[in-house]
């Protein structure tokens, strides 16, 4: 008793954001107590909250007789689990408080094995159960113990049943979801209690009047999920998963709980610093009491009262209508939260009614950070992207956030934690949240830890037309008014429910043309939906003047999107870098990257390579941002910083960081022994658009009979290609030689832009094969049986260029890399 009692009086100076961590265990002396002693109400603190002691023995009663059943669940043979999945139970799955910015100390967590059945669209509710699912994991994940595809035709059912605790009488019982993807409708004791549609955005119903008066209840929910046959955001959930297409995460994948409220409560808070002002202005909306109610604000900054106020409101008796009011404080000389200093002020809010006693009617716990992001001009009347007043370059990577083991759903709040903190270790300020929605414990880390994040609306619907790496045609897709009343709903649910954290700076409504449509009016939509942040206007889509930023895709790149002055300019995907890990890949073979390496040295090389080509953009091209594609492995793509398991870093961690930070080693000096188009306007090649004999790669065949053009080859618009000569056809053969004068040298590269399929060889011998295309000369290494081909005097260099679709070029150099002295 001891222990608790101290845990509970220190709670006092423990910060809000800092509360849910906490775990004071129940004393043994209460657990053998029994008889009327038990009906005595005594607070013991679990975790930050408060459970009474016959909460306590009910839920001991309840794990007693779930015991058996959850001592035989286990996850399903998935393809790759995590190091967390050991850590999964079924009695107490992902058991933190669920929503860190309104907290409320009692609780109950509805987590665990529930009754699934599955059964075709339009049944209605099963009579018999399939058998257990672990809730909160997708049906289709190994954690869930299912890991069943559910597709359009077909309906997803959950049962439990739940006690509520003789504490909680005389108050609202409130029923809440995390998340359900994507049509859910809830029963209690066989009663609806409500529909929602969305697949990120977390939901309540008050299910008070369906709750029986005594015992036990139960709760059915059945969600419709279509994946790719619907047009909701679904972001990479698709029915056929490959390349960068993904599993689906069906049915429930976020924590339900139960909570008591009074009669009059606080329904949400909005919260906004103004880092200007020193101020914070709380936007709340309420349920009061008649007649009169006071609404308490306090902020503080552990012990310190730094600011409070009272709003009261009057509310005429019967009435059931919520009372919005604000209250602004002042902040005084406020410390600013940023990715270095992540400092976060405590707020608490309190619901009092106006009688003889005052009684408080209901309490919530947030918190908020004091932070700007804006934009301002540089000297050459160009937008920068500023925090708190001050330039500031952000470079992070982009963040899928699916899991091996739990696909949407992490497996441990621990493993969630994780990828932001190793994002920090590795040096980047930033995360770019991509085509989905986390639960909010999620942006509470992100919020803790000091990271920076540019989130999207998770795309659904179809894309816009793709007319190779020259863009987009400049045409959006025309939506149904059903999709369009989807889209925008789901788009207000995310920016509502996530206003409140400081670590979001940057809203991205669209990716790449997916699901693009009426661009002009959905950014301004937006840009009012939240003002106090950026929106970047489509990531790497369709562009049109709106929204405060274009943003620019380049694989790997780094690269720059056409100069402009009404917006900021960022590379919103970059890099893709792969590196499959033997042991730790979804599948043992067939995985890709957008380029690909044999080993952790070539993969940090060709990394820093990237950062070092990136840092004089930032100047040169007026770049505000840079994002790298990709945190993790996912699935069959192996471009992760990390594998998807996490339990492999590719990359020294110390290396990366530096380079982030662009702190770089003495880059080798190059000599070129043989020039591409960008090096030298003047290089001539032998080529021929007719296929040859077989020997046309060998040192001693004739190409005499073959035309001579300047390079680069291919067609106008391909980006970043100088066209020496054009090439239109499907194929072409190339040939030219080089001198080595000084002898063999010690290290050689080639220096290659290509679109698409190119093979390369040196004397007759294979140096690399490269598939697919990519938007600008990069370097590549060569073959240990191509450098052994090279010799002294004349070499010669042989090149076959393959082209499907869209824009083609390639262009071909050597390279000697001198080490620097």
Not at 267 to 288: G, H, M, Y
Not at 626 to 636: L, N
Request: charged share 25%; proline share 7%; aromatic share 10%.
């Amino acid at each position: 008793m001891r222990r608790c009692y101290a845990a509970r009086t220190a709670q006092r100076a423990i910060p809000t954001h800092a509360m849910f961590d906490r775990l004071c265990p129940v004393p043994t002396w209460l657990l053998k107590q029994g008889g009327k002693r038990f009906t005595k109400r005594r607070v013991i603190p679990i975790q930050g909250l408060r459970v009474t002691r016959f909460f306590f023995l009910a839920t001991l009663l309840t794990a007693t007789a779930t015991g058996l059943a959850a001592a035989e669940w286990k996850p399903a043979p998935g393809p790759l689990m995590t190091r967390w999945a050991k850590d999964v139970s079924a009695k107490k799955p992902l058991n933190e408080y669920p929503r860190p910015q309104f907290v409320r100390e009692d609780w109950q967590n509805l987590n665990g094995l529930w009754d699934y059945a599955i059964t075709p669209k339009d049944a209605t509710a099963p009579a018999q159960w399939q058998g257990q699912i672990l809730v909160p994991f997708p049906v289709e994940s190994a954690l869930s113990g299912v890991m069943k595809r559910v597709n359009e035709k077909e309906q997803l059912w959950y049962k439990r049943t739940f006690e509520v605790p003789r504490g909680w009488k005389n108050k609202r019982v409130m029923l809440n979801f995390g998340a359900v993807d994507w049509d859910a409708m809830v029963f209690v004791n066989a009663k609806e209690v409500g529909k929602h549609q969305g697949g990120y955005d977390a939901f309540s119903f008050d299910i008070t009047d369906a709750l029986n008066a005594k015992g036990k209840n139960e709760i059915v929910v059945s969600v419709w999920d279509p994946t790719d046959a619907g047009p909701q955001p679904r972001g990479k959930q698709v029915s056929k998963p490959g390349g960068i297409w993904y599993t689906p995460s069906s049915g429930i994948w976020q924590t339900v709980w139960l909570e008591p409220v009074s009669d009059a409560h606080i329904e949400r808070i909005k919260v906004t610093p103004n880092l200007d002002q020193e101020s914070v202005t709380i936007e709340t909306v309420f349920l009061s009491a008649p007649m009169w109610t006071d609404l308490k604000a306090e902020v503080t900054d552990g012990w310190r009262t730094v600011a409070e106020g009272t709003l009261r409101h009057e509310r005429k008796a019967g009435s059931r209508d919520p009372t919005r009011g604000t209250i602004t404080l002042k902040i005084p000389r406020p410390k600013t939260w940023s990715p270095e200093t992540p400092h976060l002020y405590d707020l608490k809010l309190e619901l009092h009614s106006i009688s003889k006693t005052g009684k408080k009617v209901d309490e919530v716990k947030s918190y908020f950070g004091m932070r700007k992001i804006s934009m301002v001009r540089d000297d050459k009347g160009r937008l920068r992207i500023q925090l708190n007043n001050t330039n500031y370059f952000q470079v992070g990577p982009l963040d899928q956030g699916f899991w091996p083991d739990g696909l949407y759903t992490a497996p441990t709040d621990e493993a969630l934690r994780y990828d932001l903190e190793m994002t920090k270790k590795l040096g980047f300020n930033m995360a770019r949240k991509h085509v989905k929605v986390e639960p909010a414990r999620w942006y509470y880390h992100a919020d803790k830890i000091g990271l920076l994040v540019w989130q999207d609306l998770p795309s659904g619907d179809k894309s816009a037309r793709w007319r190779g790496p020259s863009g987009y045609d400049g045409e959006e897709m025309k939506r149904t008014p059903e999709s369009t009343a989807i889209y925008e709903r789901e788009l207000k649910a995310m920016i509502d429910g996530l206003y409140n954290h400081p670590s979001i700076v940057i809203w991205v409504p669209f990716n790449e043309g997916w699901g693009q449509f009426d661009t002009v009016r959905i950014l301004n939509l937006t840009k009012q939906l939240d003002p106090t942040r950026l929106v970047d206007g489509a990531s790497g889509g369709n562009h049109f003047p709106a929204g405060d930023i274009i943003d620019h895709h380049q694989y790997p790149g780094p690269g720059a999107p056409s100069p402009v002055t009404d917006r900021a300019m960022v590379l919103g995907e970059f890099g893709g870098l792969g590196l499959p890990v033997k042991g730790h890949t979804w599948q043992a073979e067939k995985n890709w990257g957008y380029r690909s390496f044999t080993n952790a040295q070539a993969l940090t090389k060709a990394y820093v390579g990237l950062l070092r080509k990136l840092q004089p953009m930032v100047e040169a091209n007026g770049l505000s941002a840079a994002i790298y594609t990709q945190t993790t492995d996912v699935e069959v793509e192996i471009n992760g910083l990390m594998t998807y398991d996490r339990a492999v870093m590719k990359m020294p961690v110390d290396e990366v960081a530096k380079a982030n930070r662009f702190q770089f080693p003495r880059e080798p000096v190059q000599r070129v022994l043989s020039p591409t188009a960008s090096q030298h306007i003047g290089t001539t090649w032998r080529y021929t658009t007719n296929r040859p004999g077989s020997d046309w790669r060998t040192p001693d065949f004739d190409a005499s009979s073959w035309h001579e053009g300047r390079a680069g080859f291919g067609t106008k618009g391909t980006p970043n290609s100088i066209i020496g000569t054009e090439w239109n056809t499907s194929d072409i053969w190339l040939r030219r030689e080089f001198q080595l004068t000084s002898g063999i040298p010690r290290e050689v590269k080639l220096l290659m832009h290509h679109d698409e399929d190119a093979e390369v060889y040196i004397n007759g011998v294979l140096a690399t094969k490269r598939s697919r295309f990519i938007g600008d000369y990069d370097e590549f290494a060569i073959s240990e049986d191509a450098l052994k081909a090279l010799r002294p005097g004349r070499n010669v260099i042989a090149v076959h260029c393959k082209q499907t679709t869209g824009g083609q070029y390639i262009d071909v150099g050597v390279l000697e890399l001198v080490p620097a002295k």
